[in-house]
Nanobody
Framework: QLQLVESGGGLVLPGGSLRLACTAA???????????IGWFRQAPGKEREGVSCISRGASDTYYAGSVKGRFTISRDNAKNTVYLQMNNLKPEDTAKYYCAAGLYRAVVAGQPNYWGQGTQVTVSS
């Protein structure tokens, strides 16, 4: 079973940047190049929100309107890693961020097959 591991979260000032990374745990025996990868987030008391998604070959990407122009998703299949570069962060971006894997359309629809454990992003002065 694919095991996803997120990293890169933390505390940042408004206007700052963070880069999240999603990798496949070596123990799972799977590589990310088999899957579209998405990023989701969930803040306390709010519903989970799809943030961004990238197809297997990186030819297609999706961004939620709230992050378009500020976040960039990319992947390095040689490094078995998908990144989410987050710039101009706002307090409303505060949430736990999860990466997820599956078919592209399913991930965009919020129905991936696999989920990571999440990494916390806090934007505060």
């Amino acid at each position: 079973q694919l095991q996803l591991v997120e990293s890169g979260g933390g505390l940042v000032l408004p206007g700052g940047s963070l880069r999240l990374a999603c990798t496949a745990a070596a123990a799972s025996g799977f590589t990310l190049d088999l899957y579209a990868i998405g990023w989701f987030r969930q803040a306390p008391g709010k519903e989970r929100e799809g943030v961004s998604c990238i197809s297997r070959g990186a030819s297609d990407t999706y961004y939620a309107g709230s992050v378009k122009g500020r976040f960039t998703i990319s992947r390095d299949n040689a490094k078995n890693t998908v990144y989410l570069q987050m710039n101009n962060l706002k307090p409303e971006d505060t949430a736990k961020y999860y990466c997820a894997a599956g078919l592209y359309r399913a991930v965009v629809a919020g129905q991936p097959n696999y989920w990571g454990q999440g990494t916390q992003v806090t934007v505060s002065s």
